[in-house]
């Protein structure tokens, strides 16, 4: 299991569209991907689970990834949330 916290920069935070961008990153792996805000745990691979957890910009959330690819999924999600997940 890996972690990493990671702060959000999209001005509008995490609503539908880079939601979406952010499960398409990762149902490309085997791993599970999780990730915690306050105290809401969310299933990055679930667009409703993600836009449930209500991150706003600026907003650190704590990526958990479990699995037989965790450490080249932990790595492309930071890297898709650092670069603002397509905005």
Request: glycine share 10%; aromatic share 4%.
């Amino acid at each position: 299991m890996l972690s990493q916290k990671v702060v959000i920069k999209n001005p509008t935070g995490l609503h539908l569209r880079p939601a979406g961008v952010l499960c398409n990153q990762a149902i490309k792996f085997k791993s599970l991907i999780t990730f915690t805000f306050g105290d809401t745990t969310a299933n990055a691979k679930s667009v409703l689970s993600v836009l449930g957890a209500c991150v706003k910009c600026g907003d650190e959330i704590e990526l958990v990834c479990e699995g037989e690819d965790e450490e080249k999924a932990i790595q492309c999600m930071v890297e898709a949330i650092e670069n603002g997940l397509g905005e």
